[in-house]
């Protein structure tokens, strides 16, 4: 079974300093991992995605994370945050050529970024 | 994302009525699937479908079900026997290694 953890509940930052949000994950085989923000009422976005290669993965709206093997984690990080930011953050997991190709998420962590 | 499209964006539903919530894409996916948010939790899978006429349960599927007669639709059928349905309700379909999500229906109980 496959799982991911997001520990904190809620992030808060303020407005220009770093921020990061922390995934933690666990699964049998090589993982995609993912990160999508929602807004309030609408579906979730995608940021970006870990498959191969470099483990400084780039995303969209400056968001980047890092995959660490043996930490089994993938971190999203911003080095400034703003104030629009601020939103929904979930990690996600995958391994490839699972039954049914499923998503599994973590529950989700709320950012907060101060002006 | 563009090309998932669900309806209605609210839905009010009575006790004891079934509601259909309705997905559609136009991104010629094969794959489907439903999730259900609620407050302070993540997304939890209820309902995927791979292919036309063949879906698959996911973690709580109980008190749901859902149809896969064409491949752009993938309706989600809330029954009276779902206990709990006030949620928001996310559709989404899936190639390769990127999941695409529709807007989100979210069901209330009245």
């Known amino acids: 079974a496959q799982s991911v953890a997001q520990p904190e509940d809620q992030v808060n930052v303020a407005e220009g300093n770093p921020l990061t949000v922390k995934c933690t994950y666990s699964v049998s085989g090589n993982p995609y991992l993912f990160w999508y923000v929602q807004y309030p009422n609408r579906g979730l976005q995608f940021l970006l995605k870990y498959i191969t290669g470099d483990n400084l993965v780039k995303g969209s709206y400056g968001f980047e994370a890092e995959f660490n093997k043996s930490q089994t984690s993938f971190h999203l990080k911003k080095p400034s945050a703003l104030v629009s930011d601020s939103a929904l953050y979930f990690c996600?997991?995958?391994?490839?050529?699972?039954?049914?190709?499923?998503?599994?998420f973590g529950g989700g962590t709320r950012l907060m970024v101060k002006p | 994302d563009g090309g998932i499209t669900q309806s209605p964006k609210y839905l009010f539903r009575k006790e004891g009525q079934n509601v259909t919530l309705s997905c559609e894409q136009n991104?010629?996916?094969?794959?489907m699937y439903w999730y259900r948010q609620d407050p302070g939790q993540g997304l939890r899978l209820i309902y995927y479908s791979q292919i036309v006429n063949d879906f698959q349960k996911g973690d709580i599927a109980e008190g749901y079900s859902v149809s896969r007669e064409k491949k752009e639709s993938f309706p989600l059928t809330v029954t009276s026997a779902q206990k709990n349905p006030t949620a928001f309700y996310l559709c989404?379909?899936?190639?390769?290694?990127?999941?695409?999500f529709g807007q989100g229906t979210r069901l209330t109980v009245v």
């Open positions: 996600a997991v995958r391994v490839p050529n699972n039954a049914g190709n499923m998503l599994t």
């Open positions: 989404a379909s899936v190639v390769g290694a990127r999941a695409f």
């Open positions: 991104l010629n996916h094969d794959a």
